[in-house]
């Protein structure tokens, strides 16, 4: 692009004044810069407790260990490098770039370790050993507990779908074999239990209960053909249950045949 000999000055004029900007910009920041490094070097050496954290030698040497080690969580060697290089008398800018996090991390990390510094020094006065050291100082580094969320469904409602997982569709009047998430959901809404529940909701709460509803089989509900003698074979089977004891007294063992064959039938839990 042609410019015309009449506006050339004034081009060199606007590119001076941009570099000249830019020159005092770049001055401005390396200043600040110098200032907080100036700054967090005078709180390491002078008593300034922003960043300055107390660590033993054997605090140390535990530290050293867990930063090599190769299995450990890349979280927890972040952490522990920070406060390693604070107690190497690194600061907070210096530590920050070098490994790529914010320095609000680094003053974060250093505050949790001196909030926890008279625990470390009352488990180290006790004798805790080098493994019960490593894991107190684990514990300090984790994250801190969240509570979350409140609970949208509360114990009695959770009672409330367990139980009805429990029994068989057909009780509520549902033309099913088995119980889905989906359709548990839909029937505990029908009786007005909570507002809205999800599949993923019941879900979660039957794998917590360790209940797999379409994987059951109702192998204990009979059919029996003839009503009358299923009743009378019940009767002797609860009446020999009942004579067990006495039975024994005499030196007849009563066995029952069933998942825990070995054992006998001595007392009753139950009232019969």
């Not at 005078?42 to 530290?63: C, D, I, K």
């Not at 998942?259 to 839990?269: C, P």
Request: with cysteine; net charge positive.
């Amino acid at each position: 692009m042609m410019i015309p000999n009449l506006l050339k000055p004034w081009c060199d004029v606007v590119n001076l004044s941009v570099q000249l900007a830019t020159v005092v910009v770049t001055e401005t920041c390396e200043a600040m810069q110098c200032l907080v490094g100036a700054a967090e070097a005078a709180n390491s050496s002078g008593g300034g407790s922003a960043t300055q954290v107390e660590v033993s030698a054997r605090q140390e040497q535990v530290l050293s260990e867990l930063s090599r080690r190769t299995s450990a969580p890349q979280r927890l060697v972040q952490r522990v490098d920070i406060i390693l290089g604070l107690a190497r008398g690194g600061t907070p800018s210096q530590i920050a770039q070098r490994l790529g996090v914010e320095r609000q991390t680094v003053y974060k990390w250093a505050r949790r370790w001196r909030e926890q510094t008279p625990r470390l020094k009352a488990a180290e006065a006790e004798g805790v050993n080098d493994r019960q050291l490593r894991e107190l100082i684990e514990q300090v580094l984790e994250d801190a507990y969240r509570s979350g969320r409140p609970a949208k469904i509360t114990p009695t409602q959770r009672a409330q779908v367990i139980a009805l997982a429990c029994e068989s569709p057909r009780e509520s009047g549902l033309a099913l074999r088995r119980w889905t998430s989906r359709d548990l959901a839909i029937e505990v809404c029908r009786r007005e239990w909570v507002p809205s529940l999800s599949r993923a909701t019941v879900s979660r709460l039957l794998a917590e209960a360790k209940l797999k509803p379409h994987l059951s089989r109702y192998w204990l509900n009979g059919a029996p053909t003839d009503r009358a003698a299923f009743e009378a074979q019940v009767r002797t089977v609860c009446q020999l249950y009942q004579q067990a004891p006495a039975l024994y007294e005499q030196g007849i063992h009563v066995v029952c045949v069933d998942e825990k064959s070995g054992l006998q039938v001595l007392e009753h839990k139950h009232p019969a």
